[in-house]
């Protein structure tokens, strides 16, 4: 949500908290959308999905790692078990060469030989034992590699794709969920409004048996009347007070619904800008076609049904990239203590290498294959899942349009029908003054307009209502776009 957009909602709510107020529709709607935790879920999700797409971007990218370690050698490492003898030839003037000096038999001239038969030398290198012994008691190691990716069979481009479509589809269901609430908005916010036009008509209603309580008790004093005709009056009037003890208790429940729909507390004390101005019905009129396609490309329970489908064509290719080589360069430095690149020794020392790396699948048992065709099939199903939803919104459409065209039709017989009731109660009052009515037409001319004005509050609200959710299958209900 925008900065200035929660403030507007904290004034509100700040001053719904001290005292009662006059609060409007878009008020209303406003509240729910701050306030809904499900929405604000939605916007989280939405924050994710762009964290996910940035982390698939870094896959382009080259990895830079580094591993260490520590290693401690109970023993030291020694080449020879023992003392090493190694035999030193000395030049010969005579061959011209380095020859081995050997012990030879002085009678005979001839070498001696040892037990396994090898000659003696004469001269020999000696080499301790502990000259070849290394310490690797403490050895330290570690690497920096660096890796860059060069042909992954298209996995990382599918990744993308799909980490992208993901941020979108995240979008689409926060903008779907705010429609829902906006149209539980309407229907919370229609509904206090009935209920009070319906109180003020109970009321009014009770105010005109009440008069005529009055009237006929005088003329029960007068002999003009009979008891009979005053209790027929006084149980109309006591049935008309129950009916409006039902209706201020509705109404007391539907603002607590509101309330709670709007996310704030259910004790709320808050006035509808529109429950005190007389309704009236929707002038325009309702088409009777529309462009689907439009339709379709609003709709975003619509649009996140196809950023599904291209998903799972992108999670098809990422199973195929399990059948295609990969390429990759990998650098690295690698240094240890001790090291050998100069003898043995016990400091630190390394060296860079540089080559690269590939893979190629070459037999799996068909494994990776069916993975890519059971991908495959998940695609074909959410293309058939599209195709139906696509369907169903323009039944969707056609029955939405229907109604709210019946809705003001109706609305436009009972402003006629209101018309008619209101001249008949006119015309009872003034014959029951002349006498030439009776107790039981007045009671009917006021049942009859009581029911006129009760259909004509209802057919108000269902034009409301029918035009707002016409509005919500067609996809231009308003819903917020900062996230």
Not at 34 to 55: C, S, T
Not at 79 to 98: E, M, R, W
Not at 212 to 228: D, F, P, W
Not at 445 to 463: G, P
């Amino acid at each position: 949500m925008s900065r200035r957009f929660i403030l507007l909602v904290l004034s509100v709510a700040a001053v719904l908290g001290c005292r009662a107020t006059t609060v409007s529709l878009d008020s209303c709607r406003a509240m729910a959308l701050a306030n809904n935790k499900n929405l604000r879920m939605k916007a989280e999700a939405v924050k994710a999905a762009g964290y996910q797409k940035d982390e698939a971007f870094a896959a382009y990218l080259p990895s830079l790692d580094f591993t260490g370690g520590y290693m401690y050698n109970q023993k030291k490492l020694s080449i020879f078990d023992s003392d090493q003898h190694l035999p030193v030839q000395t030049f010969d003037p005579a061959t011209k060469s380095y020859q081995f000096g050997l012990v030879k038999n002085p009678m005979t001239g001839e070498p001696i030989l040892t037990p396994d038969g090898q000659p003696i030398p004469e001269q020999v290198a000696l080499i301790p034992k502990e000259a070849m012994e290394f310490d690797i008691h403490n050895v330290f190691f570690g690497a920096v590699t660096l890796t860059q990716p060069i042909y992954m069979g298209g996995k990382i481009v599918a990744m993308n794709k799909i980490t992208h479509y993901a941020e979108e589809l995240a979008r689409a269901m926060h903008n779907s969920s705010a429609e829902d609430i906006i149209y539980a908005v309407d229907a919370a916010y229609w509904q206090v409004v009935s209920l009070k036009a319906k109180q003020k008509l109970a009321r009014s209603y009770v105010n005109l048996l009440d008069t005529l309580h009055y009237n006929v008790e005088m003329m029960v004093k007068q002999g003009v009347a009979t008891r009979s005709d005053l209790l027929t009056v006084d149980v109309k009037l006591n049935q008309a007070n129950v009916d409006l003890t039902k209706v201020d208790n509705g109404l007391v429940l539907s603002r607590m619904a509101l309330a709670q729909v709007c996310g704030l507390p259910v004790n709320t004390q808050m006035v509808l800008a529109d429950e005190d101005h007389e309704m009236v019905g929707q002038s325009a009129p309702v088409a009777t076609s529309y462009n689907m396609q439009d339709v379709y490309d609003r709709r975003q329970d619509l649009r996140a049904l196809e950023l599904g489908v291209n998903i799972y064509e992108k999670q098809a290719d990422v199973a195929r990239s399990e059948m295609l080589p990969k390429i990759a360069l990998v650098g690295a430095y690698s240094f240890s203590n001790p090291n050998m690149f100069n003898g043995f020794k016990n400091r630190f020392n390394g060296a860079f290498s540089v080559g690269a790396m590939i893979t190629v699948p070459l037999w799996h048992w068909g494994g990776n294959y069916n993975k890519y065709r059971a991908a495959k099939v998940k695609t074909n199903i959410a293309r058939l899942e599209l195709e139906n939803a696509k369907e169903m919104i323009d039944l969707q459409v056609s029955q939405s349009a229907f109604k709210a065209q019946e809705a003001m039709k109706t609305y436009e017989m009972t402003v006629r029908n209101l018309e008619k009731a209101n001249e008949n109660l006119r015309q009872a009052n003034l014959g029951f003054h002349e006498g030439v009515m009776t107790t039981d037409n007045v009671m009917e001319a006021q049942t009859a307009w009581l029911k006129a004005n009760s259909e004509k509050v209802d057919a108000m609200i269902d034009v409301h209502l029918c035009d707002v959710y016409l509005s919500k299958v067609l996809g231009t209900l308003p819903y917020p776009t900062n996230y």
